[in-house]
């Protein structure tokens, strides 16, 4: 089954220890990106990728990190975690080029940051 | 990215149809229309994606006016599981793609019995 995989689906945490939200998918896909959502400012991006070792910044990319080492993952790395950043998460992939015109999304991630 | 403009909640009854129209005026030659739907704290699930005309698939059909300055979702047949936020993209090709999703306010649809 084709599929964005998210871990973990709810995590809480304290401030500045730092923590990773992993993202897999099995379809093969070029493009992965990451996505916060909060009430009243909607879907917005955080970074995406491109392919392995091609990521760049999104739209709210401030405390955060992401890696593509392998095709699949794309974790996301909150290095010293605050309070605004406790949201929503959601993971996407697709196609790249012209063709990609469908993305995938994780079952999404809630974070609350103490 | 073509700026989109929808209405921010519509209310139906099961078993209507369901039209859901989104304003895209400055909308690009090469642009294309993508509509995805949100259920609360899941991912976003791509519905249907058009230029042109009429498109159709299995869960819904997406009206295009030959100006494109608008579009319009039909939804058939609404059900209780229906309700979520429905959201309109415009973009180039590949803009449903993981790579340039700019997602707006959208438009909650509330089904009732």
């Known amino acids: 089954e084709a599929q964005v995989t998210q871990n973990p689906r709810y995590l809480i945490t304290v401030t500045g220890k730092k923590l990773t939200v992993t993202c897999s998918q099995n379809?093969?896909?070029?493009?992965m990106s990451w996505y916060r959502q909060d009430p009243g400012l909607g879907l917005r991006q955080i970074y995406y990728?491109?392919?392995?070792?091609?990521?760049d910044k999104g739209d709210v990319p401030e405390g955060y990190k992401v890696s593509r080492k392998e095709k699949r993952n794309f974790p996301l790395i909150l290095e010293s975690p605050s309070p605004n950043q406790t949201s929503l998460y959601f993971c996407?992939?697709?196609?790249?080029?012209?063709?990609?015109?469908?993305?995938?999304f994780g079952q999404g991630t809630r974070l609350t940051v103490v | 990215l073509a700026k989109t403009t929808q209405p921010i909640s519509m209310d139906s009854y099961e078993g209507q149809e369901v039209n859901i129209t989104c304003s895209h005026n400055?909308?690009?030659?090469?642009?294309?229309i993508t509509w995805y739907q949100q259920f609360p704290s899941q991912g976003p699930r791509f519905i249907i994606q058009?230029?042109?005309t009429k498109v159709t698939n299995e869960v819904a059909s997406l009206f295009i006016p030959a100006d494109r300055k608008s579009s319009t979702l039909s939804l058939p047949r609404v059900s209780l599981s229906d309700t979520a936020v429905y959201y309109c993209?415009?973009?180039?090709?590949?803009?449903?793609?993981?790579?340039?999703?700019?997602f707006g306010s959208g438009t909650q649809l509330t089904v009732l019995p």
């Open positions: 996407a992939s697709s196609r790249g080029g012209p063709g990609g015109t469908e993305a995938f």
């Open positions: 379809m093969n896909h070029e493009y």
């Open positions: 990728s491109m392919n392995v070792e091609v990521t």
């Open positions: 400055n909308i690009a030659t090469n642009d294309y």
């Open positions: 058009g230029y042109k």
């Open positions: 993209l415009v973009g180039r090709p590949g803009s449903g793609s993981a790579r340039q999703l700019t």
